[in-house]
């Protein structure tokens, strides 16, 4: 049966990740502006706050990997009161030096290794929406070497050093994905995932997008009422169960129009509509535009 996780992950397409080492010292604090690419960082040494619009303040230790899917604005700073510096986020900048906050000599209080992803995806938004806001993980030793060789590959100039970084970053996601705790976290795939009948309605759903599912048969699978199925669907993944099927399909749809080797027809039966003009409708109405334009836009880049 498929795996929804690993899925999400190659639909979102991580192309390249841009890595750098950061440290501070004595009183210090930066404020960026919302960013959209999923962020990371890993603290390798010391202690400092990071504070996400919308959540409460984090202390981060050593050892502490952190995860942003799609990096709203936040602030981070040491663990003396400061005002923060505000800096604005340069996508497809070049991997940089180290950089250096608050006090410019003696030892850093805090050391981190932070970057950020890039996704070749026309539908992102609407996957990375289903995960939670801020993922929080602590003392992960598999984390912690994965992101101590992206630092690594990134500052090297060495043959093949694109590919294995976008192969990394697959694994990176999904390494902190699947280690996250999601007890507390916000309906969504990773809390759906953590719930054994839905977990199995998802797998479902993502083994066979093409069949026609219905909240009747979702629930009779799992082992439910309609009713109780619907709900307990809806509480955990944010999502009606026909609307994570109809969102699930269109990423298909445009995954498979960007590919460009299947004609309307298939694209439309594969992502379980029955003739092309009833899947261009549905297209249209979530996309703005036509099936056929989009794949003539995506083809050419714009």
């Not at 101590?148 to 294995?164: K, N, P, T, V």
Request: charged letters at 20%; proline letters at 6%.
């Amino acid at each position: 049966m498929a795996d929804p996780l690993a899925q999400v992950i190659e639909l979102l397409r991580p192309k390249a990740l841009f890595s750098k080492g950061i440290t501070g010292a004595g009183r210090w604090a930066v404020s960026y502006s919302a960013f959209g690419h999923p962020g990371f960082c890993a603290v390798l040494e010391g202690q400092c706050r990071l504070s996400v619009d919308g959540t409460a303040p984090t202390l981060l230790s050593a050892g502490d990997f952190v995860l942003l899917p799609a990096t709203p604005a936040f602030t981070m700073s040491g663990l003396e009161p400061a005002t923060p510096k505000r800096l604005v986020p340069q996508p497809g900048a070049a991997t940089a030096a180290e950089v250096r906050h608050g006090r410019k000599e003696g030892p850093p209080d805090v050391r981190l290794q932070g970057g950020y992803f890039v996704l070749d995806s026309p539908d992102a938004a609407l996957i990375l929406s289903l995960l939670p806001t801020l993922l929080h993980i602590q003392g992960d030793a598999r984390l912690a070497a994965l992101v101590s060789l992206f630092g690594e590959e990134a500052r090297a100039q060495r043959s093949g050093r694109d590919l294995i970084l976008a192969r990394l970053a697959e694994v990176l996601l999904v390494e902190s994905l699947r280690s996250a705790d999601v007890s507390n976290a916000p309906p969504g795939l990773l809390r759906g995932l953590a719930d054994e009948r839905i977990s199995g309605a998802l797998r479902q759903i993502h083994s066979d997008p093409g069949h026609g599912w219905t909240a009747e048969e979702l629930g009779r699978n799992t082992g439910m009422s309609r009713s109780a199925f619907f709900d307990r669907f809806t509480r955990v993944v944010g999502l009606r169960p026909m609307e994570y099927v109809a969102a699930w399909r269109m990423a298909l749809a445009k995954d498979l129009l960007r590919r460009g080797n299947l004609s309307l027809d298939e694209v439309a039966e594969r992502v379980g509509y029955g003739s092309a003009s009833t899947f261009s409708t549905a297209f249209s109405r979530h996309a703005g535009l036509a099936p056929g334009r989009f794949a003539r836009l995506a083809h050419t880049g714009l």
